[in-house]
């Protein structure tokens, strides 16, 4: 089992939809990081949580870390938001341990 | 810089031979990633380097691979007597303070080098 779980694997909706991509991990954790990767490849952190709940712009992110339990939300779902997001952990000094990624397509 | 650097943007290489692939990270930030990402796989953690500590090398994948920076600043990634397997794109993150530390929260990667072992 991965430490790091993310769902869904592959998401399609429509322009306009609220989007909420899910992460789940097995260890105790110093930080909890939202990246987005873009089709060309860049990597952007959008996020880093270590408790409680993040916002920007049309982004939200949510930490429950007693429940070992992260949401990514996207409110107002543009197709410039298409792109993988990747929920990536820490802990201690160790370098981050990712999930494999939510791939999200939104269509016009 | 205003961003993290890498170099070279594309390699390809024959199998067998020695590559580097080279970080500038933001200036003043004392944290320094690389990581990789192989074709269809997720990002894969390789190694820390946090100002004058002794690096955490424990995602290195075998002894081909090793990795120093001088001067707390550029970062070099060695791969040695490369294999296929090793194509992929090596991507370098930097931020300061290391990430965690209260009021830290910053992680800039670079844009990445491709490397293809033919």
């Known amino acids: 089992k991965n430490e790091v779980e993310q769902s869904p694997q592959n998401l399609t909706a429509q322009e306009g939809e609220f989007i909420t991509i899910n992460c789940s991990y097995s260890?105790?954790?110093?930080?909890l990081h939202w990246l987005q990767q873009h089709p060309g490849g860049g990597i952007v952190s959008l996020f880093m949580?270590?408790?409680g709940k993040k916002k920007h712009g049309r982004l939200i992110a949510t930490i429950n870390i007693q429940e070992k339990h992260s949401s990514l939300h996207i409110t107002a779902s543009h197709p410039r938001d298409s792109a993988v997001y990747i929920c990536?952990?820490?802990?201690?000094?160790?370098?981050?341990?990712f999930g494999k990624g939510t791939h999200l397509i939104i269509q016009p | 810089g205003a961003g993290v650097s890498q170099s070279p943007s594309n390699k390809v290489t024959e199998k067998g031979k020695d590559v580097e692939l080279r970080c500038d990270p933001i200036s003043g930030h004392t944290a320094l990633y690389w990581y990789r990402q192989s074709l269809g796989q997720g990002l894969e953690f390789l190694i820390y380097f946090q100002g004058n500590s002794a690096p955490d090398k424990s995602g290195l994948p075998s002894d081909r691979f090793s990795a120093e920076r001088t001067g707390g600043s550029v970062s070099t990634l060695t791969i040695q007597r490369t294999q296929q397997e090793d194509s992929a794109v090596y991507l370098c993150?930097?931020?300061?303070?290391?990430?965690?530390?209260?009021?830290?929260?910053?992680?800039?990667f670079g844009a990445g080098s491709r490397l293809t072992v033919l």
């Open positions: 990536a952990v820490r802990r201690g000094a160790d370098g981050l341990t």
């Open positions: 993150a930097s931020s300061s303070p290391p990430y965690g530390i209260s009021g830290a929260n910053v992680l800039t």
């Open positions: 260890v105790g954790i110093s930080a």
């Open positions: 949580l270590s408790s």
